[in-house]
Nanobody, 123 residues
Framework: VQLQASGGGLVQTGGSLRLSCVVARRTGSNNGMGWFRQAPGKEREFVAA????????DYADSVKGRFTISRDNAKNTVSLQMNSLKPEDTAVYYCAVALRSSSFTTTQAVRYWGQGTQVTVSS
């Protein structure tokens, strides 16, 4: 299964970016999907996730109210709208497909990882 993430880039503090991830096969349509990030020298951390039918979403406390996750099962995509970006949001962002249909918050729940996309927020 191939997950292709896009949308990263360089933005100033307070700016916005939208990340998207396309799953190459229909594997993800019945699975939870989400985003994690990893800053230099730090462990990969949970950002946001969404259940298979978008009935439940979960967010890390650090991004609540600023980030919004969504999915389009017809297009096998999951997106992350990031607003009011801060320098501490700088990281490589990874999309993920879960082992199960529910939302999730841990790396142990991930079945497939996408390649990362760099997000850099300048101060």
């Amino acid at each position: 299964v191939q997950l292709q993430a896009s949308g990263g880039g360089l933005v100033q503090t307070g700016g916005s970016l939208r990340l998207s991830c396309v799953v190459a096969r229909r594997t993800g349509s019945n699975n939870g999907m989400g985003w994690f990030r990893q800053a230099p020298g730090k462990e990969r951390e949970f950002v946001a996730a969404i259940s298979w039918n978008a009935g439940r979403t979960d967010y890390a406390d650090s991004v609540k109210g600023r980030f919004t996750i969504s999915r389009d099962n017809a297009k096998n995509t999951v997106s992350l709208q990031m607003n009011s970006l801060k320098p501490e949001d700088t990281a490589v962002y990874y999309c993920a497909v879960a082992l199960r249909s529910s939302s999730f918050t841990t790396t142990q729940a991930v079945r497939y990882w996408g390649q990362g996309t760099q997000v850099t927020v300048s101060s």
